[in-house]
């Protein structure tokens, strides 16, 4: 029984599960927190990937490896492979003026073209051009630029600092894949190439950049195979086995909506990120800020937990009786609106009941996700189903009005750790040359229930919204 781990080294926390490579059976997990912050010495995710690899049994019988992580992370490595300055994470949004500088040197339609992406301070390449504007000495001396994941697969293998590691500071040791290498705005999911002429815009001069591995090209560790890895949501895409037609609908603290597709796609709106995924395809991305923080909010005004505010949106009917929730509590990134607030409309003595105001925070959460696939779909990618994910996703109401909002068949599967589960499918596929056809345990299955009228009431209130927030720009000249 060969035994391979996958690593899902987040934000927040680094995730090991360990599987049995022919069947996927579950053998072992581990667990280690991170740092708060949006800028991090990654020393300490070393710190924890060692940990939680111990809590899940080491890696003396492990066959092969593989790690995915967030995506975007700005890891900056001088000539001796020393971190220069803590990484800047991808919600660290110093870098904002600096994606504008970006688009304005060299183009959106520019740079969509050559990248697939249209630069935001989350990006890779926003940081770089933040770093030689904010501190040109820690600039200069950049020798290598690596992704969070990037940097630990490098440190699993051996390498790092001298009196650090065994096998020294070789920077041209350093590999990613194609998923994280999209997101960094230099590099082209359509060409599969770097763009060394963007780094020197963005940094100033060019670097040492990571290899890019195929989907099931392996490295090698001190005794076991080791993956390419991916960036979090291919990682999720892998773990879930999406395929074309796929659709993952991610409820997190942000919500993401991303389609497994053969095809690269550019939206020059900058809306959807044409980012590529694990297994040689492509994952065309929409991020949106508000989900399941919404329900919080409105479970927390009207008392309850998240169990009744399910009930009592059941009791309501679809539309809530005409009141509807632009849910833009945190302003929005898509539509870009970063500095709106959230509005609650429609309101009348008749239907201001908990029912209908539990009822419109869930439709008003579900739209905005349905707007970022309508997005999506818009670049002609298909969608024959959406994955629910996310634990807002085992809510029943919310997969109930899920199903009356989108209008292909929803599936929910099993809550489960499907960042680090991809990254184990892929480490089994660099040992056994076949992507692995594990099975996905469902929750629920859930046939289209369209209710227009959900979609309607909420296309027309953030209409009107919008309208609002462009003559209020008019009015004061901005």
């Known amino acids: 029984m060969a ?13 090991v599960v360990v599987r049995d490579a022919e069947t996927g059976a579950l053998l072992a997990t581990g667990r280690a927190s991170h740092p708060d912050g949006t800028a991090v010495d990654p020393a300490h995710w070393w710190t924890a990937l ?46 904002a003026q600096a994606a504008r500088d970006l688009i304005a040197e060299v183009g959106a339609d520019e740079l969509v073209a050559r990248t697939g992406l249209l630069p935001v301070a989350s990006f890779t390449a926003t940081k770089l051009r933040w770093l030689r504007d904010a501190e040109p000495q820690n600039a200069a001396r950049v020798a290598a630029v690596a992704l969070p994941h990037d940097w630990l697969t490098w440190r699993l293998r051996g390498y790092g600092p001298a009196g650090e590691s065994a096998l020294g500071p070789v920077l ?85 909506v991303f389609a497994a597709t053969d095809a690269p796609v550019a939206d020059p709106s900058g809306i959807v990120a044409g980012f590529a995924d694990a297994t040689g395809g492509f994952l065309p991305l929409v991020c949106t800020l508000n989900a399941a923080r919404v329900l919080v909010s409105m479970a927390d005004v009207l008392g309850v937990d998240f169990d009744e505010l399910g009930r009592l949106a059941l009791a309501a009917e679809p539309g809530a009786g005409g009141a509807v929730l632009v849910p833009y509590f945190e302003g929005e990134r ?7 607030t959230a509005s609650l409309t429609g309101l009348t003595l008749a239907n201001t009941t908990r029912e209908n105001l539990a009822r419109a925070a869930i439709e008003g959460m579900l739209c905005g996700l349905a707007a970022g696939l309508d997005a999506i779909q818009a670049l002609g990618v298909e969608a024959r189903r959406v994955l629910l994910t996310g634990g807002a996703a085992a809510n029943p109401a919310v997969q109930a009005i899920a199903a009356q909002v989108f209008d292909v068949p929803v599936v929910v599967p099993e809550p489960g750790e499907y960042v680090a589960d991809g ?20 929750l629920a299955a859930l046939e289209p229930d369209p209710r227009p009228i959900i979609r309607q009431q909420y296309r027309a209130a953030v209409a009107g919204f919008v309208e609002q927030v462009r003559r209020i720009r008019f009015r004061s000249g901005g």
Request: glycine share 14%.
């Open 3 to 15: 035994r391979v781990i996958g690593v899902d080294s987040s934000t927040q926390s680094c995730k």
């Open 50 to 95: 060692q940990a939680a690899l111990a809590e899940a049994g080491g890696l003396g019988d492990v066959a092969a490896v593989a790690i995915g992580g967030q995506q975007h992370g700005m890891v900056v490595l001088d000539a001796e492979g020393r971190v220069i300055r803590d990484a800047l994470l991808w919600n660290d949004t110093r870098s």
């Open 172 to 256: 041209s040791a350093l590999v990613t894949d194609r998923s994280d290498a999209s997101g960094t705005s230099y590099w082209s999911p359509g060409t599969g190439d770097y763009d060394h002429d963007l780094v020197a815009v963005a940094l100033g001069h060019d670097v040492i950049l990571p290899r890019v591995l195929g989907p099931s090209e392996a490295v090698t560790g001190p005794g076991f195979l080791v993956g390419p890895g991916a960036g979090d949501n291919a990682a999720s895409g892998l773990g879930l086995d999406a395929r074309p037609g796929d659709v993952v609908v991610s409820i997190g603290t942000s919500g993401t």
């Open 334 to 340: 898509t539509p870009n609106l970063p500095d709106a």
């Open 423 to 442: 990254a184990a499918r892929q480490a089994a596929w660099v040992l056994t040359g076949s992507r692995p056809t594990w099975p996905v345990d469902l």
